[in-house]
């Protein structure tokens, strides 16, 4: 009874030739039993499953993944601090491009494969290894433009990744040319990243621009055979989940640049204005991104649309993440703590508003599943919101333009 429930539960036919008899642990806390197995199957999920949710495993592997992208946001912070803009940008492009395709990857696979057995889950753990040696090493990328714990931690990650799909192609031959085509394409592009560790300063920029263009690629190859059957409301919610942890994130860093103003001495009255329009913008954030966010976007619009809204969050994540650094900033500079102008400070704000609203227009009014009401709306509060530097209380102006697109919207 145990196994034809779990093997139902999988899309899995309850009385396969093929299955493998288990050995069964009992789960703890009484839910249920864990099937282990020498062998166990790896086959493709339902995208048409109902009620399918994201796994305390995934939540687990996207608490993970913010703590990188904390750490990333904070090497943003210290670099505009330091009157290292460019370089600060560049670092944080960078390091950022590697904690989100990998995550993203696995998310992907796993909406279409997790039996979630034991080799799944310790696959799975050597991810999120990798991805905390890829944190450790993000101080010396942005201090030292060093990526060599960079790149080990990215290698460990995609490594593990490449199992996955070789496992998956074992299991789905229906699908074993396109698991495998990623399996490949994967394997080529973490030797090229190691040999970029080689390559001399100047030339490193271009490497990791070909290297970056050839994992946007092998997807798009892979999928071109034959799409694998992932689930468009796990998708929807996996994205949406990710956004509020790094929403989360943003609040977390300008709250700890407040509480050090505090403990310097700095009046809360002084702050008011910065929190309050803070708190406005983020709180806007999640409001315009989840009232756009709809499964059926995803199940309704081609191969192509589907790929531009996948690999177009990347922009939304790092403008989330980097709200949360340019609010910090800003508290640095109303404090005192930097030489840095008010102005320059607001930019460190309004140019990721700006890029999270362009994105939540280009990725939900020009890929459409339903007529959009004012669709000039949101490019125009991001030009608004560009022009709030230039004049008085930026931080609160842009919290109130903020406000008036979800309200206009």
């Known amino acids: 009874m145990q196994i034809s429930a779990w093997r139902s539960r999988r899309g ?20 249920g039993w864990i099937p282990l197995y020498s062998s166990m199957p790896m086959p493709a999920r339902s995208p ?18 913010v703590v990188a992208i904390a750490q990333a946001a904070a090497g943003l912070h210290r670099a505009v ?24 990857n696995f998310t992907w696979f796993a909406s279409a494969y997790d039996p979630d057995d034991t080799i ?12 905390l040696i890829l944190a450790a090493g993000l101080a010396a990328a942005f201090d030292r ?19 996955q799909w070789l496992r998956a192609a074992r299991h789905n031959p229906e699908y074993a040319t396109s698991a495998k085509r990623n399996a490949i ?19 490193v920029l271009i490497v990791f621009i070909v290297l970056a263009l050839g994992e946007f690629a092998v997807p798009i190859w892979a999928e071109r055979h034959r799409p694998t059957p992932w689930h ?12 509020i942890i790094v929403l989360g994130e943003s609040i977390l860093a300008a709250t700890l640049a407040i509480q050090a103003a505090l403990a310097a001495g700095t009046a809360l009255t002084s702050l008011l204005t910065l929190i309050v329009g803070g708190l406005l913008i983020v709180y806007s954030a999640w409001w315009l991104y989840f009232d756009d966010l709809d499964p059926a976007r995803m199940s309704v619009t081609s191969l192509r649309r589907g790929f531009v809204w996948a690999y177009g969050h990347a922009l939304v994540f790092a ?56 669709p000039w709306l949101l490019p125009f509060m991001a030009v608004l919101v560009l022009l709030t530097p230039f004049g008085p209380a930026p931080a609160s102006v842009m919290g109130l333009l903020m406000v008036a697109a979800v309200g206009l919207r």
């Open 319 to 374: 403008a989330t993440a980097a709200i949360g650094a340019g609010l910090a900033i800003a508290v640095d500079q109303g404090t005192g703590h930097t030489a840095i102008s008010l102005r320059t400070a607001s930019f460190a704000i309004a140019i990721p508003v700006a890029l999270f609203l362009t994105m939540q227009w280009l990725l939900n009014d020009l890929l459409p599943v339903r007529p959009v009401q004012r």
């Open 185 to 203: 394409g994967i394997t080529i592009l973490q030797l090229g990243w190691i040999g970029m560790l080689a390559v001399p300063s100047p030339t």
């Open 12 to 31: 899995m036919s309850v009385d396969s030739p093929t299955a493998v008899m288990p050995v069964q642990i009992p789960r703890p806390h009484g839910r």
């Open 120 to 131: 799944y889950r310790i696959t799975v753990l050597v991810q999120l290894t990798g991805a």
């Open 232 to 243: 468009a409301g796990h998708i929807t919610e996996r994205y949406g989940l990710f956004t």
């Open 81 to 104: 601090l330091a009157h290292q803009i460019g370089h600060g940008l560049l670092g944080f492009t960078m390091v950022f491009f590697a904690i989100w395709w990998a995550w993203m």
């Open 48 to 65: 048409d499953e109902h009620h399918r949710a994201s796994t305390p495993l995934e939540l687990f592997f996207d608490l993970v993944f």
């Open 145 to 163: 433009m060093d990526f060599t714990a960079v790149v080990v931690g990215y290698v460990v990650m995609r490594v593990a990744m490449v199992s």
